[in-house]
């Protein structure tokens, strides 16, 4: 691999031997794993740039307490994010592992303190295999097939199983999957999938139970108790027998006296509370009622006396302890404002609570909560300790921006009202009107979240750009009525809020409308494509990570394991109704009303939305004589994980944003 300084003369030399750049000559330069095709390396400036200084912050993500009290951690000290053990407050960061693959999920042993296990794909394939670490002798041993996809473990308490979700029996189901993790038996089958997606969430008291989510989509779902040895179903929130219909569940854990489970659900209402329901009597108790915001990450300390848990309000979370023997939340030291929290976890003896948070203005960190209940019943007194302090890099804090939160009117009316959506806005400290990056997220059951990401940052600081990312309709987050407004034949209606946000960033006297750029990941690639067919007017070029560009192809493409979820949101392409109208709203069907340039972003090996959705954009795109540069990796999926990789990309962005000022 080259070094920084040595890729762009690289570059160059290779393309020396090639044709010259000129519009329409599409030439392709490979260097390693990466391919530009159609895009003029030269203007790849690196060395003569301030971007480097903004790609060097780390983060450091809980992933939960080893048995002996330390922390177990992802960060990154080199290409790729791996594990690591913090054993102290500020302690230094001891490495676990050193993969050259990515490690970003993993889950520490319940008793003992030398072994994990942590999950591993190739390429961002997401085969995601499970591998047992021995810390002491670092050593590993694979616990599944080594080809077929595997979900999240879940330890029993004594920690002699694992369980999980996979799909070897058949590519197009999830199965559950239980493993003895202290013998080379096989994982055993014990509930086969139906076409849905199944998720572990908790094992019971005795070990006996499982708990699982059976997911058809973000508005159905339904909790279920599964004998382990049996695999005999008990459902506990079904996902119908409601006035309302379907309910969506979150997460859920058994109280650890065995005697109930507590789980998020939207029952009876547009946002999912907490709920607790005695699996003995069948009395269930809303913990969280008539809460106007979802109730989110849920953890259960050892003797059931704490759970924490997190709301989303807005687009930030906000951190709830609540002690269960007095029916009361407990008073907690702040942490960091408008964060956005990653990690929660309790230790074994349920005394210390740590959390991971970022902010628009930091990188991702551990902090740690301990409880002192030395008192008796009395609600404990808490401290709170930083255990991690992340690097931003070589950067001046002082420039970091952060991120506003505001409402802008759409197109429709709620009642006699506007509907009013929300935004989050960074902008650059000096004079405007600034250009201006629309970010559009993914999902599109999913929310932007206002965390830390260094080149946002850059791009607003350095580049001048005002970045607005809107949360359209059908993101998460502001209620079920509102994620359903997209469905199906609603699609178009979420590119028509983008259409929204434009007529409201031209009033703004501060943003400058005639330099508009739309970028998105995955359906906010979709939503990228689909901005430019209906706004090329307005737009000045788009930004296409992974996106999707034609509904029919992609349901027909994308893996087995998905197919049936994907066709709840967006429709059934069997349906010639909705093939028909699938292909109409496709971006690739109305190709010929692009006419801006259009930077591609493609990893290779994607399993979601597959290469091809991007080469047949870029083809008819260039058939037709538009201007599109492509990038590709043929070492990543969905999104790029390795830090040269995503150095390079935002090299390109960078290229291509200035390429377009200068038209």
């Known amino acids: 691999m080259l070094m920084k300084h040595q890729r762009i003369p690289a570059l160059l030399a290779v393309l020396?031997?090639?044709?010259?750049?000129?519009?329409?000559?599409?030439?392709?330069?490979?260097?390693?794993n990466l391919i530009y095709d159609g895009i003029p390396v030269e203007q790849l400036d690196v060395d003569g740039s301030t971007l480097p200084r903004w790609q060097e912050s780390r983060n450091a993500n809980f992933l939960g307490w080893l048995a002996d009290g330390s922390l177990l951690i992802t960060t990154r000290f080199g290409e790729s994010a791996q594990l690591h053990r913090v054993q102290a407050p500020l302690g230094m960061r001891e490495q676990l592992t050193w993969e050259s693959e990515p490690l970003t999920s993993a889950v520490a042993h319940p008793t003992d303190a030398n072994l994990l296990l942590y999950r591993k794909d190739r390429g961002g394939d997401e085969n995601m295999q499970l591998w047992l670490h021995?810390?002491?002798?670092?050593?590993?041993?694979?616990?599944?097939?080594?080809?077929?996809r595997h979900g999240p473990p879940v330890f029993s308490h004594d920690g002699k199983r694992v369980a999980f979700y996979g799909n070897a029996r058949d590519p197009s189901n999830n199965d559950i999957y239980v493993s003895d993790v202290t013998s080379e038996a096989a994982p055993r089958l014990v509930l086969a999938g139906t076409g849905d997606a199944l998720y572990v969430q908790d094992w019971y008291a005795d070990d006996s139970r499982l708990a699982v989510i059976r997911y058809r989509s973000s508005t159905d779902s339904e909790?279920?108790?599964?004998?382990?040895?049996?695999?005999?179903?008990?459902?506990?929130?079904?996902?119908?027998?409601?006035?309302?219909?379907p309910v969506s569940v979150g997460v859920a854990r058994f109280s650890r006296d065995g005697r109930g489970i507590y789980f998020t659900s939207d029952r009876g209402g547009e946002f999912s509370a907490l709920h607790y329901l005695d699996i003995f009597t069948h009395q269930l108790t809303t913990l969280t009622p008539g809460t106007n915001w979802d109730v989110t990450n849920l953890e259960i300390s050892e003797d059931s006396r704490f759970l924490a848990y997190t709301r989303n309000e807005a687009g930030v979370d906000r951190l709830v302890l609540h002690d269960a023997r007095r029916k009361a939340?407990?008073?907690?030291?702040?942490?960091?404002?408008?964060?956005?929290?990653?990690?929660?976890?309790?230790?074994?003896?349920?005394r210390r609570l740590a959390v991971s948070l970022h902010t628009a203005q930091s990188p991702e960190d551990v902090y740690v909560y301990t409880l002192d209940t030395t008192a008796g019943e009395s609600l404990p007194q808490v401290a709170l300790a930083r255990w991690t302090q992340s690097e931003f890099g070589p950067l001046d804090a002082s420039r970091l921006v952060p991120a506003q939160l505001v409402e802008f009117p759409t197109w429709d009316r709620v009642g006699n009202r506007q509907r009013m959506l929300s935004a989050f806005v960074y902008k650059p400290t000096g004079p405007g009107p600034h250009p201006v990056l629309i970010d559009?997220?993914?999902?599109?059951?999913?929310?932007?979240?206002?965390?830390?990401?260094?080149?946002?940052?850059?791009?607003?600081?350095?580049?001048?750009?005002?970045?607005?990312?809107?949360?359209?309709?059908?993101?998460?987050?502001?209620?079920r009525s509102f994620l359903?407004?997209?469905?199906?034949?609603?699609?178009?209606?979420?590119?028509?809020?983008?259409?929204?946000?434009?007529?409201?960033?031209?009033?703004?006297?501060?943003?400058?409308?005639?330099?508009?750029?739309?970028?998105?990941?995955?359906?906010?690639?979709?939503?990228?494509?689909?901005?430019?067919?209906?706004?090329?007017?307005?737009?000045?070029?788009?930004?296409?990570?992974?996106?999707?560009?034609?509904?029919?192809?992609?349901?027909?493409?994308?893996?087995?394991?998905?197919?049936?979820?994907?066709?709840?949101?967006?429709?059934?392409?069997?349906?010639?109704?909705?093939?028909?109208?699938?292909?109409?709203?496709?971006?690739?069907?109305?190709?010929?009303?692009?006419?801006?340039?259009l930077l591609i972003v493609q990893g290779l090996n994607d399993p979601r939305v597959p290469a091809s959705e991007s080469e047949q954009m870029m083809r008819t795109l260039r058939a037709r004589g538009n201007e599109v540069w492509y990038l590709a990796a043929k070492d990543e999926g969905h999104g790029f994980r390795r830090k040269s990789n995503n150095d390079a990309y935002r090299a390109t962005v960078v290229a291509f944003l200035k390429h377009i000022a200068g038209r």
């Open 223 to 245: 909790l279920l108790l599964v004998d382990v040895a049996t695999g005999k179903v008990t459902p506990v929130e079904p996902a119908a027998g409601y006035k309302s219909g």
């Open 134 to 148: 021995d810390i002491t002798k670092n050593t590993d041993r694979l616990l599944t097939d080594g080809k077929s």
């Open 329 to 350: 939340d407990v008073l907690l030291p702040p942490l960091p404002p408008n964060a956005v929290i990653g990690g929660l976890g309790f230790d074994r003896a349920g």
């Open 16 to 32: 020396s031997l090639a044709a010259p750049i000129a519009f329409g000559a599409t030439p392709r330069v490979e260097e390693g």
């Open 484 to 597: 359903k407004l997209d469905d199906a034949e609603l699609r178009e209606d979420s590119v028509r809020d983008i259409g929204a946000l434009l007529v409201w960033i031209g009033l703004q006297g501060e943003f400058d409308r005639q330099r508009v750029v739309a970028t998105g990941g995955s359906y906010g690639g979709y939503m990228v494509l689909a901005s430019l067919v209906q706004y090329s007017d307005r737009l000045a070029g788009g930004i296409d990570m992974v996106g999707i560009s034609n509904f029919v192809t992609f349901l027909t493409n994308t893996s087995g394991y998905r197919r049936d979820l994907r066709r709840v949101e967006y429709g059934d392409e069997r349906d010639p109704k909705m093939r028909a109208l699938l292909q109409s709203i496709s971006p690739l069907t109305n190709v010929a009303s692009i006419k801006k340039p």
């Open 440 to 479: 559009i997220h993914g999902g599109p059951e999913s929310q932007f979240q206002p965390g830390w990401n260094a080149f946002r940052q850059y791009l607003v600081s350095e580049l001048g750009y005002a970045v607005i990312a809107p949360n359209v309709r059908g993101s998460w987050g502001y209620g």
